[in-house]
């Protein structure tokens, strides 16, 4: 719930004395010094209010029009000074407090093209045009809308509580991060010179990897580099049946998927993080014709700067030989059309604000993860030279994650239609953590 003004508490005199009670207690939980869980407790119903309008109403990368203006109007109703269209619809909320260090918390606006089968009651039914016209579902299936939902609580627990802190607050609404663009716009459209520049800049990510209520955290690499390519492969389109007259492209992706695995296995130094798939072959219309080029969809994933130089320049090395190997006269094309830096925890800070946590929830709810090999554009703001500590939130039902761990099997994971974060447990932990750390950090 918001916390209560003076003009509130007056007209609340006209109501019977159990409102009136209520009303002065709500206003006191904010106005006296109290345990932070009694501080989530408070706002909790309106931080689930959120995530709920939030699930049912997604939007996609780029177009989070409606859900950047709640997000920006909360927030401008808290007292934070808002400015909206920052790189597109990012939102930028600023809180001053006095002398002090500058931290920024960051939280991601989009969701996905995934058709929800959740079977939630509040499950998403969206539907819209993507950016090719055609008609696609709309799911938060990676937990942006819980993500916005613990920062907007988060806001209203320290613009109530400014004698714990002190410095200057900065929320980031990203949009885009599905896309890898978002971050890399909002600095384009200066993020780090028209507002303060964040000494330390934090955020969080739920996933069924953890149980709901714990809080995974760790020091080092947590995501991996991310490079995606297209690559084009041209030959010479034909008749099945006359393959001689032909030089076929389809052969040439064939053994280009080949030979690329062999780049991880065979050129790669061992024990080095490294992954190549090609998600997808695109080619030919017909069983009978053979086209004049097909198209390989690759991702590219790392930790260090080293490897990912190495794989990139091997994947065009190869694509190249074996096009030339077949006797195509044209070059392949080689699309760098999406890439990020990997995600890289402060040491320092993150044993700091592991210990914070720990002090916050209990050490039997903070665990040291692994880094994954998933990617996020989080990176493009610690690039600029700003510390980062970006931690895991639980978000799997407790029981059914202990009953999956001993079946050895995985429950659904971020992007699928049937991803269900444990919302009650997991908000009111992604809200405990962020305040804790907020006020670790603004002293």
Known sequence: MQPTSTPDIMRATMKPPYSILLVLLTACAWAQPSSLTTEVETIYPDAHAVYLDLHQNPELSSHEIQTAQKLAGRLRDLGYAVTEHVGGTGVVAILKNGAGPSVMLRTELDGLPVEEKTG????????????????????????HDLHMASLFATAAIMAHSKSSWHGTLILVGQPAEETISGAKKMIEDGLMTRFPRPDVAVALHVGNQLPAG???????????????LRITIYGKGGHASM??????????AARVVVTLQTIVSREVKPGEVAVITVGYIEAGTKNNIIPDQAELGITVRSYKPEVRKLMLAAIERITKAETNAAGATQEPEIEHYEATDAVYNDPALARRLQGVLESALGKDRVVVDDPGMASEDFSYFTAQGVPSFYFNLGGADPGKYAEAKSAGTNLPSNHSPLFAPDVNPALHTGIEAEVAVLRNLLQ
């Not at 039914?125 to 008609?135: A, E, I, P």
């Not at 001689?244 to 052969?251: M, Q």
């Open 214 to 228: 714990k809080i995974g955290v760790g020091s080092g690499y947590r995501f991996s580099n991310a490079d995606s």
């Open 120 to 143: 939630l009651a509040y499950a998403s039914k969206v539907r819209t045009k993507d950016d090719s016209g055609r008609d696609v579902p709309v799911m938060h299936a990676c937990g």
């Open 243 to 252: 393959p001689n007259r032909t030089i076929d492209p389809i052969v040439i």
